[in-house]
């Protein structure tokens, strides 16, 4: 079955500090993977997604994700937070279905920036 | 409007009230889904409508009824709430294509539901 871990629950960083966001994911074939943000009341809106080529995924607001196969990870980067980067952050992997696209999401991961 | 639209944005409801909320897609997709945002869990598929038809139900109880008059618009039809069942619902859609390639989904801005 397919499954996406986030493990850390919640993170703190100084403004300017640099970022890195943990995910890992089970599914048996190529995977779909996609980062997305929700800022507080806020729907979710995508960073970045990977479907295939290049395994250094560039995104929105200075992100970027690596996809380690071997791994089976998708971790998340910024190298200079900014205050308005505090938000509920989710990794999740997209599967096929016979009638629709289905998106597994993981448990996120909120940020916290100290100015 | 652009993108994946959502009324209300809030809402409060009482155990035996009727209400219900509206999604509107604005990106000509032909699928659609609720899902709901409880608290400390992950996002959980309610339902799917996929060409206006329901594909999916996620074992989602009687007393929530999902409505698709078109490929634009979804409603959930809200009756005799619990207090547990408040929470944020998401509304998205995507343009599925059967069997060639997966197409990423676009979410609303979600309606806070809290019942009393």
């Known amino acids: 079955a397919q499954s996406v871990t986030q493990p850390d629950i919640h993170i703190t960083v100084s403004e300017g500090a640099s970022l890195e966001l943990r995910c890992n994911y089970s599914?048996?074939?190529?995977?779909?993977l996609f980062w997305y943000v929700q800022s507080p009341g806020q729907g979710l809106q995508l960073l970045l997604k990977?479907?295939?080529?290049?395994?250094l995924v560039q995104g929105i607001k200075g992100f970027e994700a690596e996809f380690k196969r071997s791994q089976s990870s998708f971790n998340l980067r910024k190298p200079s937070v900014h205050w308005s980067d505090a938000a509920e952050y989710f990794c999740?992997?997209?599967?096929?279905?016979?009638?629709?696209?289905?998106?597994?999401f993981g448990p996120g991961t909120s940020l916290s920036v100290i100015p | 409007e652009t993108g994946v639209t959502q009324t209300p944005r809030h809402l409060v409801m009482g155990m035996t009230n009727k209400k219900s909320l509206k999604c509107e897609q604005h990106l000509g997709h032909n699928a659609m889904y609720w899902y709901k945002q409880s608290a400390k869990k992950p996002l959980e598929l309610m339902f799917v409508?996929?060409?206006?038809?329901?594909?999916e139900n996620n074992s989602v109880p009687s007393r929530f009824s999902p409505e698709c008059p078109n490929s634009s618009h979804l409603f959930l039809h809200l009756h005799t709430l619990q207090p547990e069942d408040s929470a944020l619902y998401l509304c998205?859609?995507?343009?599925?294509?059967?069997?060639?390639?997966?197409?990423?989904?676009?979410f609303g801005p979600g309606t806070r539901l809290t019942v009393l």
């Open positions: 409508y996929n060409f206006k038809e329901q594909t």
């Open positions: 998205a859609s995507s343009q599925w294509t059967s069997g060639s390639s997966y197409n990423e989904q676009f």
């Open positions: 599914y048996g074939a190529t995977p779909y």
């Open positions: 999740a992997v997209g599967a096929m279905k016979t009638s629709y696209d289905k998106v597994i």
């Open positions: 990977y479907f295939s080529g290049d395994t």
